[in-house]
Structure formats: structure tokens, C-alpha cells
């Protein structure tokens, strides 16, 4: 199994600011993976965090806006940037192992909240 | 399109009753599916995970899930739920190219 942790726990971010999420996992990893999850609503996936390359973002997602890190097996960060009310939600951090078969962990989330 | 949709979005039940939680999915490929529980305060985590073979499974804490082909669900269940069972619980499918998307999510509420 693996556990997974995430910095902060919570912000109240001012609209225009930046913010930056960290991800730690406890075990080497293959793939890690952020998720979104608006009020009220499911978990969407931002992006898949390639180690030492470009992360793969869904659409709807650019590099601009949500920039993401992953200089090792276990580490990733996730950067909101410009911040609008828009982006208020909880973002997910999340590993699992190269099959299908493999479970899929989660960290605890980061509530933002922009004012 | 693939997707998963679930049926109700908060249900309320007493102690000891019987609960049915209900997922239906738009897939073509190959059906891999998960249901997650997220307790108040805590990560979200496996319950069961269906992928083939015998399509009931047994996950963790007497939960049950039943995959029906012709229905395209997979519904969650358990016979008698207890208070700590209240939680959130997001039906799952799993698209290939370790890409997973998920349910709305049912949020359980249990009486004591």
C-alpha cells in the first residue's frame, strides 16, 4: 500500500495569487495523478505527472494555469495560478502502479478557497 | 461517451437497514470498476473493484457489488448498515491509459 500526504491542507488565497501543492507519497510509485473536485461535484483529472518530462493534462487543462512538477518517484506539485473564485475546490493527489489491476491511492486533498 | 453516473445523490437510512447504492456506466472497452469510500475527515479509499470473473464482489466491511453486464451497473451493497457507515461513496471506471473517472458520489448518512 502506499500513503499519501499533501501540503497544505487548506488556503484562503487572495484572486491573482499563485498557490502550490505538494505531494508526497510514501512508497516509489509509476504514475501519479491530479485530480479536482468542485463543490458538489465528482473527481475530474487535471493531470498525469510524468517523472522528469511534461505532465499530460486532460482537456481543459493547460500548463499555464495548472503547472506540475514530478522530479521523482515519490514527489509532485501542483501550482494554481492566477487564481479566480472559479478555482475554489479540493485538489486531489493521487498514485497507483503501472497495471489496471493496481489500486489507486489517495491523499487527503487541499481545500482552496479564493476569495 | 464514457461515463458513470449515480443514481441518488444523498440517502438517509437507520441503523441495521439495508442499503442499495446504485452506478450505471457508458463504456466500450474492457469494464474495470471500482467503488471508493471517503470517510468524514479521511482519504478516499478502495471498498471493492471488479475487473472478471465472478460478478459479485466482496470488498471490505461487508460490502458487496454486483456487476451486471446487460444493465450496464455495478450497485453497491450491504445488508445492514451501521453509523460508521456514514460516508461518501464514488462509483468508479477505470478508461485505460491509467485514466479512472468517477461517479458524482452518494453521500450516505446513517441514524444511530
Known amino acids: 500500500s502506499a500513503v499519501i500526504s499533501q501540503k497544505p491542507s487548506r488556503d484562503i488565497c487572495q484572486r491573482g495569487t499563485s498557490l502550490t501543492i505538494q505531494c508526497q507519497v510514501d512508497s516509489q510509485v509509476t504514475m501519479m495523478f491530479w485530480y479536482r473536485q468542485q463543490p458538489g461535484q465528482s473527481l475530474t483529472l487535471i493531470a498525469t505527472a510524468n517523472q522528469g518530462s511534461e505532465a499530460t493534462y486532460e482537456s481543459g487543462f493547460v500548463i499555464d494555469k495548472f503547472p506540475i512538477s514530478r522530479p521523482n518517484l515519490t514527489f509532485s506539485t501542483l501550482t494554481v495560478s492566477n487564481m479566480s473564485p472559479e478555482d475554489s475546490s479540493i485538489y486531489l493527489c493521487s498514485a497507483t502502479g503501472l497495471s489496471s489491476t493496481d489500486t489507486q491511492y489517495f491523499g487527503p486533498g487541499t481545500r482552496l478557497t479564493v476569495l | 461517451a464514457q461515463s458513470v453516473s449515480q443514481h441518488n445523490h444523498h440517502v438517509i437510512l437507520s441503523e441495521a437497514a439495508s442499503l442499495e447504492l446504485g452506478c450505471n456506466y457508458s463504456?466500450?472497452?474492457?469494464?474495470?470498476l471500482f467503488w471508493y469510500v471517503q470517510y468524514p475527515g479521511q482519504h478516499l479509499q478502495l471498498l471493492l473493484k471488479y475487473f472478471s470473473g465472478d460478478p459479485l464482489v466482496k470488498g471490505i466491511k461487508g460490502f458487496e457489488a454486483e456487476f451486471i453486464k446487460s444493465k450496464f451497473s455495478f450497485n453497491l451493497r450491504k445488508p445492514s448498515v451501521q453509523w460508521s457507515d456514514t460516508a461518501e461513496y464514488f462509483c468508479a471506471l477505470y478508461t485505460g491509459g491509467f485514466k479512472t473517472i468517477f461517479g458524482a458520489g452518494t453521500r450516505l448518512f446513517v441514524k444511530a
Open positions: 463504456y466500450g472497452g474492457t469494464v474495470n
